[in-house]
Nanobody, 126 residues
Framework: QVQLVESGGGLVHAGASLRLSCTASGRTVGNANVMGWFRQAPGKSREFVAG????????NSADSVKGRFTISRDNANNIVYLQMSFLQPEDTAVYYC??????????????????WGQGTQVTVSS
């Protein structure tokens, strides 16, 4: 069993930065092949934000956040981070951390992920 707990969300002005953290308990972040961040805005479906592989640390991110958001992982301490810079109102959403224990590639499809956190709210005002 894996439990994922996100933290670091909040209310910020446009242009600000936030760092989200996802702390895992149970089976470790280090055992998950891929860790991902997704987000869901009101009335919209859950969308992929960024992912990172376990072994190579290879990353992939959505075009909408490229150059602004960076994902990283600390396998020893079971933490995955999402550094968000130059936040915009359209980034407002609940952000979820997810673990894929099986795939060998970074999937953008939520159904590929086995475990999810409860989410943390990020609100960006203009």
């Amino acid at each position: 069993q894996v439990q994922l707990v996100e933290s670091g969300g909040g209310l910020v002005h446009a242009g600000a930065s936030l760092r989200l953290s996802c702390t895992a308990s149970g089976r470790t972040v280090g055992n998950a092949n891929v860790m991902g961040w997704f987000r869901q805005a009101p009335g919209k479906s859950r969308e992929f934000v960024a992912g990172i592989t376990r072994n190579s640390g290879r990353t992939n991110s959505a075009d909408s956040v490229k150059g602004r958001f960076t994902i990283s992982r600390d396998n020893a301490n079971n933490i995955v981070y999402l550094q968000m810079s130059f936040l915009q109102p359209e980034d407002t959403a609940v952000y979820y951390c997810a673990a894929d224990l099986r795939s060998g590639y970074i999937s953008r499809y939520p159904g590929n992920y086995d475990y999810w956190g409860q989410g943390t709210q990020v609100t960006v005002s203009s």
